[in-house]
């Protein structure tokens, strides 16, 4: 059963940092020899948008405003996807879920999704 869980959300004033984090179910690491797994944030009544990707080869991808700020990385070993979050804003304010899909960062779509971690910045 593949499962991602998300952890690391919290309230922070505007300017300040977050660490996400994502444990993943082993058989991503262990089995998904092309593998995607991405960060996503949503807010009520907006769409789902894509903040960052990162590919088995650690190449990725950011969203427009995220760069600069925002770094996604991933611990092989530990099964772990993160998104460091620096300067954050308040229009950062969102639910953040981490993903994972089969492919590449040109290709992937993304199936399996976590339940979510809610980040709110305040100014």
């Known amino acids: 059963q593949v499962q991602l869980v998300e952890s690391g959300g919290g309230s922070v004033q505007a300017g300040g940092s977050l660490r996400l984090s994502c444990r993943v179910s082993r058989y991503i690491y262990s089995r998904w020899s092309r593998r995607c797994m991405g960060w996503f944030r949503q807010t009520p009544g907006k769409?789902?948008?894509?903040?960052?990707?990162?590919?088995?080869?650690?190449?990725?991808r950011y969203a427009d405003s995220m760069k600069g700020r925002f770094t996604i990385s991933q611990d092989n070993a530990k099964n772990t996807l993160y998104l460091q979050m620096n300067s954050l804003k308040p229009e950062d304010t969102a639910m953040y879920y981490c993903a994972a899909g089969w492919g590449t960062i040109a290709t992937v779509d993304f199936s399996y999704w976590g339940q979510g971690t809610q980040v709110t910045v305040s100014s």
């Open positions: 769409e789902r948008e894509e903040v960052a990707v990162i590919d088995s080869d650690d190449r990725s």
